[in-house]
Structures are given as C-alpha cells and as structure tokens.
C-alpha cells in the first residue's frame, strides 16, 4: 500500500506541473497579445494569483465548502450506529491515523464521496437513499472505496487538480468574454511592427483559450478514472469482500435519475458520478470507468483479494493491461476472501431508521410508540412528555427538549 501512495503522489505532482504550465502558457499568451513581452509576464502573474487565490481558499475551507454545497449534516454515532461502526472498521483497516467525520445527505438516490486535504481533517458523506437501499456489506463497500481514496492521497488531489484545473477554465472563459465583447482590439501600440506581433500572440491566446480547458480536463478526467480502479481496489482488501462493493455499485448506477443535483465541481467525487448518463460507457470525457467496466473487475477476483489480486483480475478483464505499478502487486501479499455478512435488519427496519436519521439531522427527535407509530418531536418542544396520537400513550422526553 505504501508504494501505491508513493506513486500516486509522484504521479499527482507531475500532473499539477503539468496543469500549472498550461495555466501560465495561457496567462502568458493572453497578457503578450494585449501588452506585449511585458503584458505576457503580467499575464503570467494575474494567472498564478488567480490560482493561488483559489488554492488557499481551499486548502482552507475545502472540505467545508464541498460537504454544504452538497448538503450535507454531520451524525453522531448514537446517530448512525452502524454507519459509525463500518467507518471505524474500515479506518483501522485502512490505517488511517483519525477517524473521519460522517455526514449525512438527505437523497433518495444512493451515492457517497469523500473530502480531506489530510487523513487528520477527512469526512465521508453518505446519501439517505444509500443507507435505506444497501445492506451492511455493500455499505462497507462503499466506505472502504471512501476511505481508499482518502489512503491514497486522491482527496487531495483532486482538490490541488480541481482548483488548477477551474483557474485554466476560468481564465480561459474571461478571455474569450472579452475578446467576444471587446472586438478582440489590442490595447498595445503598433509602432515598430508590435501590432502585427500582437496579433499574432492574440491569435495563439484565442487557440489556447478554446484548446487549454479541454486539454485540463482531459488530463484530470484521465487521472480521475484510474484512482477509481484504485480505491475499488483499496476497498476489496479493506473488506475482503469485493462482491459487496460490486453489488453496491450495480444498485448505485441503477438508481441514478436525477435526483442528486450537484454541481459539475463536486459532481466527480461521488463513486458514481452521479451526472453521468445510466449504462455510460468510458469515453476521455468521463470522470469514472464505467460502472459495468468496473464491477466486472470486481467480480472476476475469487479466493484472493490482495492488490495483486485485484490487478490480475483488471489485466483478464483489460487484455493484458495493467492499472498499478508492479513494484506495488510484488509487494502486495496474499489476502483470503471472506463469506458474506448475515443480513441484520428487514428492509423495512432499515428504511424506518434511515427516516428516523434524517428527521433527528433535521431538528427532530424519533420516538417509537407500542402501538407501532413513529412521533416526531422538534428540538424546540420545550414539554416534559408527548401523547402519542393514536394510543394515547404518554412518551417523556430527553432533559434536552422538554427543557427547550
């Protein structure tokens, strides 16, 4: 596993210069077709600012940014007790050196993603509809997919990816903003020939505007697809079951319909991206493999699920290609399967507590009666008890809402 994250960490860093190069590239011609040799420089700047304005916004408040946009409330174990014990299961598993926070996101569709620039400030957030539609090896799936990606440094770059990525596409659209409303009119003198050179240089800045972002996003996206093969990996040694992930997978991809709205940001970091069309297959354009490519994986490895395993499994299902360094799978011992877990709850009970979970994280406070019917409490009650409306039974409340 330390081989895996050392090269992923290499390959990031090759992969961020290489995005830094394409934002200063662009900066430069930019700033040269308007102000020529002194404009490109100044073009350069206004680009690394604009980056690192972006960056340290980030690297600030990142995960807090990702996890409100997507709706997301924080649970306490007494919350999710389940949902906690798996995620405790798979960060010892893992080797994680703190326990991640867990979020909840009230959807009825399933998916889950992770954030944390560090292993020491990572969350996972889980959809509602994930919660009520998988049993408990399929959620440990998932998670262990989750945490995969925080073990291995995806988390963060993606964040690092992102944010270059955005500024080249932010840059890049203001240009063409204002050619389109300037008239493409460059501001520097004509004498001595230089019209003619900034012309030229705002012609190569036009290219680059339109060519930069596709070229960005198609080296992030080609980056983004095989971190994914990489967590699906992560997670089968985590569980030692990688049919749960891969059942997880197939009723993730088949609820998909458009009821998780996210934005186009946030949208890659689901384990299945949930803007994606159902049935998609891979294209340069998509940010995950297809979920069929990836399941077929999955279900390819039998008795041993080591990263070894899990690469040999690829290569039968990819005509001999491989998805991880080879100094990684030598290393990689063996790791026997485990049997399925015995289902714990009904369907119904699980639906039941998943509602219950939502409405706690929405203000309110569950409380079964006898007589089979779920009252719902606000925080803010402020009475000592409650009679259930059908029975009549008196209910007392927690100190916390009768003295509210």
């Not at 020939?193 to 190569?204: D, F, N, W």
Request: proline fraction near 5%; include cysteine; charged fraction near 15%.
């Amino acid at each position: 596993m330390w081989e895996l994250i050392q090269s992923n960490r290499r390959k990031s860093a090759a992969l961020i210069v290489v995005l830094a190069l394409v934002l200063a590239g662009l900066g430069l011609s930019i700033g040269w077709g308007f102000g020529g040799e002194e404009g490109g420089y100044f073009g350069v700047a206004v680009a690394m600012v604009v980056w690192i304005v972006m960056l340290l916004v980030n690297l600030a408040a990142g995960e807090s940014i990702l996890l409100a946009a997507a709706g997301a409330r924080e649970v306490t174990h007494d919350d999710a007790p389940q949902l906690f014990n798996i995620v405790e299961e798979m960060k010892i598993a893992s080797g994680l050196p703190a326990m991640p926070k867990v979020y909840v996101i009230d959807n009825p569709a399933p998916n889950a993603f992770a954030v944390g620039l560090k292993p020491e400030r990572a969350a996972v957030a889980v959809t509602s509809g994930l919660l009520a539609q998988l049993n408990r090896d399929e959620l440990q799936g998932v998670i262990g997919h989750e945490l995969g990606h925080i073990t291995n440094r995806d988390t963060l770059f993606m964040t690092l990816a992102g944010v270059t990525m955005g500024a080249v596409i932010l840059l890049a659209d203001l240009y063409l903003r204002g050619m389109r409303f300037g008239g493409g009119r460059s501001r520097r003198s004509d004498s001595r020939g230089g019209g003619q050179a900034a012309v030229i240089m705002m012609v190569i800045a036009l290219v680059l505007a339109i060519l930069a972002p596709i070229l960005a996003q198609l080296l992030y996206f080609a980056c983004s697809r095989r971190r994914e093969y990489l967590a699906d990996a992560s997670s089968a040694q985590f569980t030692r079951y990688p049919a749960g992930l891969a059942s997880a997978l197939e009723k993730i991809s088949g609820a998909q319909h458009g009821e998780l709205e996210v934005s186009r940001a946030l949208a890659p970091m689901f384990i299945v991206n949930p803007q994606a069309a159902v049935g998609e297959t891979t294209s340069v354009f998509s940010t995950h493999p297809s979920t069929a490519d990836r399941i077929r994986v999955l279900r390819t490895m039998t008795s041993d699920v080591s990263l070894a395993a899990y690469e040999t499994a690829y290569q039968q299902t990819h005509a001999g290609h491989n998805v991880m360094r080879a100094a990684t799978t030598q290393s990689a011992q063996p790791l026997a399967a485990r049997e399925a877990a015995p289902a714990a709850e009904t369907a119904q009970q699980q639906w039941r507590a998943v509602q219950n979970l939502v409405q706690r994280t929405a203000g309110y406070f569950a409380i079964p009666c006898d007589c089979g019917v779920n009252l719902k409490v606000p925080q803010n009650f402020g009475q000592p008890a409650v009679a259930c409306p059908k029975c009549g039974q008196q209910h007392s409340l927690p100190p916390a809402i009768a003295q509210a």
